[in-house]
């Protein structure tokens, strides 16, 4: 499971992108991808490669958090802010059921700050399920 | 003054004659010299295309030789080159999976060994089982277009530039009919393609293609004194992973894996008032081993006529001289013969006076012994993993004749009077039959296109300011070629009907019957199961199926309709008469069912015929008008199956049956859908018999050598462009189809380049089907964005 966080911006609010990312890295240092000049022009940011769904929420609430002020700093420049979490074959093949719950709070929290959010199923085969290895 | 006149006169008129040779002698030099120019310029430049074509394609030496020794390198292009198809057993083995760009897991693995048994590698194959799980992601992943199909045409025969304008210009008509009419065809076929989807699509009926693909099978490869394995069939696979589950290692697939064909050559003799068959040989092969490979079946005439004709003077015994023989070659290699008699004495009680001497004494004598020949024919059967046996038979001599032998009627053997012609015949016949099971390589089928045009070439002489046929016309090459073509016409048809692929991969036995006379080839072909009736010396006319077609068709097209017989039909015969229609048959034809009065110009035994099948439940579609002769043809529908058939009087068509490899339910889909292939495949035919009508025009000089020479030249150096442009469209396609499988793997398998893509990538798309809550990738995005990557630097995405 990998989880981003995007800003894309309208041609408007293209000459933002650098300060916002600037003042990102002082939220999540590291973390921050390259600018993209799009279209749409873009940056993003990884939130987490956590195994489990909870974790990502959790991640999610502190980013919220902790990046309060550049997310509203983008909405107010006509900036999206679009979270996007790639759901991997490891993650629900061999699984009878798999779930992604999303309590109240976290709602709450994407919708207060304007940030929209979808999954995304990828894919694939897990490497390490079914298959095993005879290196010569 | 005056006296000298006449002597100027004769003087003039001497001149004259002793010049005009000179005159026409130069006349031909220069045009020998043209003609010569021309040949010799085509024979050079189709020389330059043979040898620009990529072998590799359709060679599997060439193509080991392009691959080199590297085993991740042989094992990525079988892997990503070659197609998943799903279907049981070894049907097409290395030769006809390279051929035909695609595979099951048992070919793709004969592929892939062969390939490293040519770069020096020790291997073996591994026979295991695949989960429903690992045969979903084999077969169940995206499937680009087929790189492999493409336009067919004839751009390189010998034409005059009228011909050859006429022939584009029918050419273009044929397909922009083909295109309406199925265009229409797939507003109408909602029946059909309901039927064809549910059966491999309907859960409930256990997908059986499943069952096919069950057995699983792949490679090992020895490195450093260890057994690697090398899983073909798996698109994100890696060399030493293992997806089958536990195998058995073994050096030959067990003989239960294999198709095959056998051959069976028959002869039916009347004895006892009854016609009773014989084999006349049996000759067994794996269907793989058939690939690509020229098959033919001649006859071979007894030394001496009068031996034969002693031989049945004396009873049926064999005569002095060598006995007449049925051949069948491969690669013109003898595999198999048998003796054949024609001149053996009549059926006691007078049943049958055969003529010549043996029928004459045989007759006289009251109660001689020996049967007689009544039909000559063979036999083939198609026998494989997964599916019943399919038996198609074909007749080269059939002196019953369609209607009595439908009808039973013994009557008519007692009247026939000689064998002659009946041995006349077969002594003009030879079959080809091209076993094939999978699609043409159109890469190949120009390879054989410009060596049968190179040879045709290379045996015209000039001479005298004309061109003569002085050398082997590529007789045996021809008919491939035309068979092959007919492949090729017939999967893009299937493809356009069916909307179901895995009915493409139906095997199929294509039977080439080639005639030669006076240096003269003609040519027919059809698929399978379908009877040449014996016909009695007829003066040399197009044959006579195209006559049929072509009468059919234009006296369809040109009566008005003004009933529909058909309407009342219940589905899915509902369905196939419509699609008939749409192909332009039902329009004027007339629909008869049982207690329906038939026309009164049908001769009686025929008319017999057809009462009978209506009375069975089948509905007999006749043309509007009916041709004079045997070449009146027929259509029966089969109102419960919705089958549909296609028969002729004169026993040149006698209906189609085809079967899919899988078996079951789809069988009875994939003969409806045939049926409706056939009339489109029969407009096509009358295209490439025009080769064969150019070629003896140009034998027998019916046309100008020049005009023709200089029509095929210019044909020749237009089919240049053509020829290019159609490769480089190949090299496309297929470069783009790698470059989509690369991507594909590597988005299933890279962790790195999949986390980029969410990341980096994705936000820029637009993604395409199904809308915001389904939506999808085209194949061309994921290669984008494999390639971004890779010019980033596969970066790494923190």
């Known amino acids: ?136 | 003054m005056r006296s000298t006149r006449p002597l100027a006169s004769l003087l003039a008129v001497l001149v004259l004659v002793a010049t005009c040779p000179t005159a026409v002698r130069a006349q031909n030099v220069d045009r020998d010299k043209r003609l010569r120019e021309v040949t010799e310029g085509s024979i050079a430049l189709l020389e330059r295309y043979l040898a620009a074509i990529d072998r590799s394609e359709f060679e599997l030496d060439a193509l080991a030789k392009t691959l080199g020794k590297d085993v991740s390198e042989i094992y990525t292009f079988v892997s990503c080159g070659i197609r998943n198809q799903a279907y049981a057993g070894a049907l097409r083995g290395a030769a006809g999976c390279l051929r035909s760009g695609a595979g099951n897991s048992v070919d793709k693995s004969m592929l892939l060994r062969s390939l490293l048994d040519r770069a020096g590698y020790s291997t073996r194959l591994v026979v295991g089982e695949a989960g429903d799980e690992l045969l979903d992601d084999i077969y169940g992943c995206t499937q680009v277009a087929d790189p492999y199909r493409g336009d067919l045409d004839f751009p390189y025969s010998i034409e005059s530039a009228t011909i050859q304008a006429e022939r584009t210009r029918a050419l273009h008509e044929m397909e922009r009919r083909l295109d309406t009419r199925l265009g229409v065809l797939r507003k109408i076929l909602g029946p059909i393609e309901e039927g064809l989807s549910g059966a491999v699509e309907n859960e409930a009926t256990g997908r059986p293609w499943r069952a096919d693909a069950r057995r699983h099978v792949w490679v090992q490869v020895e490195r450093d004194g260890k057994w690697m394995d090398l899983d073909p069939s798996c698109l994100w696979g890696e060399t030493g992973e293992v997806y089958g589950g536990e195998g058995r290692a073994v050096q030959a697939l067990p003989d239960e894996l294999w198709h095959t064909v056998t051959l069976r050559g028959i002869e039916e003799c009347f004895e006892g008032g009854k016609s009773l068959p014989r084999e006349i040989f049996l000759w067994r092969t794996r269907a793989c081993d058939l690939a690509g490979r020229a098959l033919v079946l001649s006859w071979r005439k007894g030394s001496a006529g009068g031996a034969a004709a002693l031989g049945g003077a004396l009873g049926g015994a064999p005569g002095g001289g060598e006995a007449s023989r049925l051949v069948l070659r491969l690669d013109g290699e003898q595999v198999a013969t048998g003796a054949l008699d024609f001149h053996r004495s009549g059926a006691s009680g007078g049943g049958l006076g055969l003529g010549g001497l043996g029928g004459l004494a045989g007759g006289s004598g009251g109660g001689a012994s020996g049967p007689s020949t009544v039909a000559v024919g063979i036999e083939a059967i198609l026998e494989g993993p997964g599916r019943e046996p399919l038996t198609a038979r074909r007749y080269l001599v059939d002196r019953w004749g369609f209607a009595a032998r439908a009808m039973g009627d013994l009557e008519a053997l007692k009247r026939l009077r000689s064998d002659d012609g009946a041995a006349d015949a077969l002594e003009h016949t030879a079959l080809c039959f091209a076993c094939e099971p999978g699609s043409i390589n159109p890469a190949e089928l120009q390879a054989r296109t410009l060596t049968a045009a190179l040879e045709s070439w290379r045996a015209l002489a000039v001479q005298n300011g004309r061109l003569h046929i002085a050398g082997r016309l590529p007789g045996d090459a021809s008919a491939r070629l035309l068979g092959d073509a007919y492949y090729h016409l017939y999967d893009r048809t299937w493809e356009r009907l069916s909307p179901v692929e895995r009915y493409a991969t139906s095997p199929r036995l294509v039977m080439v019957r080639l005639r030669r006379s006076a240096g003269r080839v003609r040519m027919d072909f059809d698929v399978t199961h379908e009877a040449l009736r014996y016909r009695p010396r007829q003066p040399e006319v197009a044959p006579a199926r195209w006559r049929f077609m072509a009468g059919l068709l234009s006296a369809i097209a040109e009566e008005e309709i003004t009933t529909d017989p058909l309407a009342s039909l219940p589905r899915p015969a509902y369905g196939a008469a419509r699609a008939l229609e749409a192909l332009g048959v039902g329009t004027t034809a007339r629909g008869f069912s049982a207690g329906a009065e038939l026309p009164k110009a049908l001769p009686a035994a025929l008319r017999g015929y057809l009462s009978s099948a209506a009375t069975g439940g089948k509905t007999i579609v006749l043309p509007g008008e009916l041709p004079a002769g045997d070449s009146l043809g027929w259509f029966e529908l089969d109102s419960e199956s919705g089958d549909l058939r296609a028969w002729m009087a004169d026993g040149l068509h006698s209906g189609t049956e085809y079967g899919s490899i899988t078996g079951g339910k789809g069988e009875e889909d994939t003969a409806e859908a045939s049926g409706l292939g056939n009339a489109a495949r029969g407009i096509y035919r009358c295209a490439a018999q025009h080769l064969d009508t150019v070629l003896e025009a140009v034998a027998t000089g019916s046309i100008d050598p020049l005009d023709a020479a200089l029509g095929a030249a210019e044909c020749v150096a237009n089919a240049k462009d053509a020829n290019v442009k159609r490769k480089l469209e190949r090299q496309a396609r297929r470069e783009l189809e790698k470059r989509i499988k690369r991507a594909e793997r590597e988005f299933r398998r890279n962790d790195d380049f999949r986390r980029w893509f969410h990341r980096e990538f994705k936000p820029g798309q637009v993604v395409s089907g199904g809308g915001r809550h389904n939506p999808d990738l085209k194949p061309e995005q994921l290669a984008d964005a494999l390639d971004l990557w890779e010019r980033l630097g596969r970066p790494f995405v923190k």
């Open chain 1, 1 to 136: 499971m990998y989880t981003v966080i995007r800003f894309l911006a309208e041609e408007s609010g293209e000459a933002l992108l650098p300060t916002l990312k600037a003042r990102l890295q002082g939220v999540s240092p590291g973390e921050s991808g390259e600018l993209h000049p799009g279209p749409p022009p873009r940056f993003s940011v990884s939130l987490s490669r956590a195994r489990t769904w909870e974790e990502h929420l959790a991640a999610l609430l502190s980013f919220l958090a902790r990046g309060a002020e550049v997310i509203a700093t983008a909405r107010a420049s006509g900036i999206r802010v679009h979270m996007d979490t790639a759901v991997e074959p490891g993650d629900y093949q061999g699984r009878m059921l798999t779930c992604f719950p999303v309590p109240l709070e976290h709602l709450r929290a994407l919708s207060d700050q304007g940030v929209s959010f979808e999954l995304s199923f990828y894919a694939g085969r897990a490497r390490r399920r079914g298959a095993k290895t005879r290196k010569a």
